[in-house]
C-alpha cells in the first residue's frame, strides 16, 4: 500500500511521545519524548537522558534515532516518522536528515529559542524532509514543562533569554 502521511493518526502517536515525555520528567529530566514510526507501527522510542548518560547529547530525538538505526537500516527513504514532543534541535533534525530513514517530522511544541527552521534552506535537509509539521497535542506538552520547568517554557515560546 502507498505511504499516505495524512492517514497517520497523529495524535495516537504524539500521545505515545508524551508518554516518553513524562517518563523522563520523572527521571528528572526535560520533559521531552520521541517515537519512531514506521509502516505504521512505532519501532523505537526514546526520551531526554541528559542526567542518566551524564551528557547533553542526550536528547529524546537522538536516543529514539540511535536505538532505531539498525533495524531501519535497510529502509531508505521509506517515509519513516518522528513524532516529538518539542521541535528538534539543530543536532536532532540533523541526525532525522543523516537517519536516510525518517521523512516526516512531527512535533507538539514549536521551539522558538533553538529555532533549527532555517536549516531548511539546506537543500539536503529539503531533500529528506517532506513533511514538518507542529502544534499537535501541544497544550499537553507544554503542560508538562509548567509543571517541571516553567521558566524553560517561557524561553522555548518567547525565543528570547
Ligand atoms: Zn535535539
Redesign the pocket.
Known amino acids: 500500500m502507498a505511504f499516505d502521511f495524512n492517514s497517520l493518526d497523529h495524535v495516537f502517536f504524539m500521545r505515545e511521545a508524551i508518554k516518553q515525555a513524562e517518563l523522563a520528567m520523572q527521571a528528572g529530566e526535560r520533559p521531552i519524548g520521541a517515537v519512531i514510526v514506521h509502516n505504521g507501527k512505532i519501532v523505537g522510542c526514546g526520551k531526554a537522558e541528559h542526567l542518566k548518560n551524564h551528557s547533553r547529547l542526550a536528547?529524546?530525538?537522538?536516543n529514539a534515532l540511535l536505538a532505531t538505526a539498525s533495524s531501519l537500516y535497510d529502509f531508505p527513504h521509506d517515509n519513516g516518522v518522528i513524532y516529538t514532543t518539542l521541535e528538534?534541535?539543530e543536532?536532532?533534525l540533523g541526525a532525522i536528515v543523516m537517519s536516510d530513514v525518517i521523512n516526516h517530522v512531527v512535533f507538539s511544541l514549536a521551539d522558538n529559542w533553538i529555532n533549527p527552521k532555517p536549516m531548511f534552506e539546506i537543500p539536503h535537509v529539503r531533500r529528506h524532509i517532506y513533511n514538518y509539521i507542529g502544534g499537535i497535542l501541544e497544550e499537553e506538552s507544554a503542560a508538562l514543562w509548567k509543571k517541571c520547568r516553567p521558566d524553560e517554557l517561557l524561553l522555548i515560546r518567547e525565543g528570547r533569554e
Not at 59 to 62: M, P, Q, R, S
Open positions: 536528547h529524546a530525538e537522538l528538534p534541535c543536532m536532532c
